[in-house]
């Protein structure tokens, strides 16, 4: 079973661990919440990352934008 780790960047720079090696449910659940919730009205994320555990980066947004996958 795949597992992922979601780090998050402010617009001060600081970087954290959202969500510590965690399943794909609670992966998703941690990704509407991050994009859709009140952290993103805010506008003090710049950068989502999603890695997993060959340190692959999987899914990835910058700025308010999705640079990977690249969005259709």
Known sequence: MDKFKIYITFNTGDTHV????????????????????????????????VVDTGDSIVFLVQDGKQVWPEAA
């Open 18 to 49: 959202d969500t510590d090696w965690c399943d794909q449910e609670t992966l998703l659940s941690s990704l509407r919440r991050l994009l859709h919730g009140p952290i993103s009205r805010m506008n003090v994320l710049t950068e989502i990352k």
